[in-house]
């Protein structure tokens, strides 16, 4: 355990969260978890709107809205008038895709192992448009970047319309080549909306150079924003052609415009993004990445071993970030996600360690995280309840 990226000073930056001491926190990954300075932050802008909630939010939130992302902007490597924010990457897909038009004959594709809200989304509309969603196989377990790619490129056809591709795969927290499928697209006059949920402060990113036709991200993960903050990027060329699914006072302005007012609501997380930024830009961004490869590197290694367990991606940084996934050996075999969930509860109940289970075509696996947060002995501890959870 002393590898240098393991610093004297992590111990110290770990208790600049609140989360619970006695839980072994493996699953960064769902939902997040925000630093203490910029929750405390948050509890006294939210005690200002209370003092004076016209002030707040009529006259001076819009300015603050703009000072923060800028900040966004500067970090995923774009310009802030490109950029709005939402409360989600569920709300900016819903927000894209039922702006657009589609008809029956369209083809809507996604990745197998796409996240299961956008699938659910995209059929929606299509049940509604007459259209078809067509679900591409995702090759897992994977040898190289164009095994994801390749069979997405091989689907586009005279049919396809709309095109949404994760960045990092929920399920799989595999790194999929997104740049080639949006050129891809591109040269074909389809529409592709990048999912990358998971992102911002994970990897380090530079928008313009990829130049999607659409892009969201949560805010809430990686860059350890209060839940509620993401952003959706859209081409400039697009932006007549996007709108909130809710509709407002800032109808007609145009994005992104229009999705700075969609109702009254708590818009403190958006504010408090440029505030997490900070926080994590203090620790140096480039550590930050460097320590959670390396330590997710380490875990999925260590648990891999002690349990007998596989690793179904490639040991190198094109595969995987902060996340990564491993297989569960053969003697534990999820019948389904009930039953995945269940093992994943008593996991929790007996040994405090929160970390999710995985089915995927069939076979089981634990998706491990690494904030900085996170040490190598989380992962140990993990693996040696695994050991006699499995026995």
């Given at each position: 355990?002393?590898?240098p990226?393991?610093?004297?000073?992590?111990?110290?930056?770990?208790?600049?969260?609140?989360?619970?001491?006695?839980?072994?926190?493996?699953?960064?990954?769902?939902?997040?978890?925000?630093?203490?300075?910029?929750?405390?932050?948050?509890?006294?802008?939210?005690?200002?709107?209370?003092?004076?909630?016209?002030?707040?939010?009529?006259?001076?939130?819009?300015?603050?809205?703009?000072?923060?992302?800028?900040?966004?902007?500067?970090?995923?490597?774009?310009?802030?008038?490109?950029?709005?924010?939402?409360?989600?990457?569920?709300?900016?897909?819903?927000?894209?895709?039922?702006s657009?038009?589609?008809?029956?004959?369209?083809?809507?594709?996604?990745?197998e192992?796409?996240?299961?809200?956008?699938?659910?989304?995209?059929?929606?509309?299509?049940?509604?448009?007459?259209?078809?969603?067509?679900?591409?196989p995702?090759?897992?377990?994977?040898?190289?970047?164009?095994?994801?790619?390749?069979?997405?490129?091989?689907?586009?056809?005279?049919?396809?319309?709309?095109?949404?591709?994760?960045?990092?795969?929920?399920?799989?927290?595999?790194?999929?080549?997104?740049?080639?499928?949006?050129?891809?697209?591109?040269?074909?006059?389809?529409?592709?909306?990048?999912?990358?949920?998971?992102?911002?402060?994970?990897?380090?990113?530079?928008?313009?150079?990829?130049?999607?036709?659409?892009?969201?991200?949560?805010?809430?993960?990686?860059?350890?924003?209060?839940?509620?903050?993401?952003?959706l990027?859209?081409?400039?060329?697009?932006?007549?052609?996007?709108?909130?699914?809710?509709?407002?006072?800032?109808?007609?302005?145009?994005?992104?415009?229009?999705?700075?007012?969609?109702?009254?609501?708590?818009?403190?997380?958006?504010?408090?993004?440029g505030?997490?930024?900070?926080?994590?830009a203090?620790?140096?961004?480039?550590?930050?990445?460097?320590?959670?490869?390396?330590?997710?590197?380490?875990?999925?290694?260590?648990?891999?071993?002690?349990?007998g367990?596989?690793?179904?991606?490639?040991?190198?940084?094109?595969?995987?970030?902060?996340?990564?996934?491993?297989e569960?050996?053969?003697?534990?075999?999820?019948a389904?996600?009930?039953?995945?969930?269940?093992?994943q509860?008593?996991?929790?109940?007996?040994?405090?360690?929160?970390?999710?289970?995985?089915?995927?075509?069939?076979?089981?696996?634990?998706?491990?995280?690494?904030?900085?947060?996170?040490?190598?002995?989380?992962?140990?501890?993990?693996?040696?309840?695994?050991?006699?959870?499995?026995?």
């Amino acid at each position: 355990m002393d590898n240098p990226i393991w610093g004297s000073d992590w111990p110290q930056v770990r208790g600049c969260w609140t989360l619970d001491p006695e839980v072994t926190f493996l699953n960064h990954g769902s939902f997040g978890a925000t630093p203490r300075c910029v929750l405390e932050l948050q509890s006294r802008l939210r005690a200002e709107m209370e003092r004076q909630p016209v002030l707040f939010l009529d006259r001076a939130l819009r300015a603050r809205l703009d000072a923060s992302l800028a900040l966004v902007g500067r970090l995923l490597g774009t310009e802030a008038k490109k950029l709005a924010f939402v409360p989600n990457a569920t709300y900016a897909i819903n927000s894209v895709v039922k702006s657009l038009d589609f008809e029956s004959g369209d083809e809507l594709l996604i990745l197998e192992h796409g996240y299961g809200a956008i699938i659910k989304t995209l059929q929606c509309v299509a049940d509604r448009s007459g259209a078809r969603l067509v679900r591409v196989p995702t090759v897992f377990p994977v040898e190289s970047p164009d095994e994801i790619a390749a069979p997405v490129i091989a689907a586009l056809n005279e049919r396809t319309r709309f095109v949404v591709i994760d960045q990092i795969t929920s399920p799989t927290a595999m790194i999929v080549p997104v740049k080639l499928i949006v050129d891809a697209c591109r040269e074909r006059g389809i529409l592709c909306l990048v999912d990358g949920a998971h992102v911002p402060g994970m990897l380090p990113t530079d928008l313009d150079s990829v130049a999607p036709d659409f892009w969201t991200g949560n805010l809430h993960k990686w860059v350890c924003a209060p839940k509620g903050a993401a952003v959706l990027y859209v081409r400039p060329e697009l932006r007549n052609r996007v709108a909130p699914v809710v509709t407002s006072h800032n109808f007609g302005m145009k994005f992104p415009e229009e999705f700075f007012w969609t109702g009254t609501d708590d818009p403190t997380a958006w504010i408090c993004a440029g505030a997490a930024i900070e926080f994590m830009a203090s620790l140096g961004w480039p550590r930050v990445h460097a320590h959670n490869h390396a330590l997710v590197r380490y875990g999925r290694r260590a648990v891999a071993e002690m349990i007998g367990g596989t690793l179904p991606v490639p040991d190198s940084p094109e595969f995987y970030a902060a996340m990564a996934v491993i297989e569960l050996p053969e003697s534990v075999k999820f019948a389904g996600i009930e039953q995945a969930r269940e093992f994943q509860g008593r996991l929790y109940e007996q040994f405090r360690i929160e970390v999710p289970m995985m089915v995927i075509d069939n076979r089981s696996f634990i998706r491990i995280s690494a904030q900085v947060y996170n040490a190598p002995q989380d992962y140990e501890r993990l693996g040696e309840a695994l050991r006699a959870m499995i026995g």
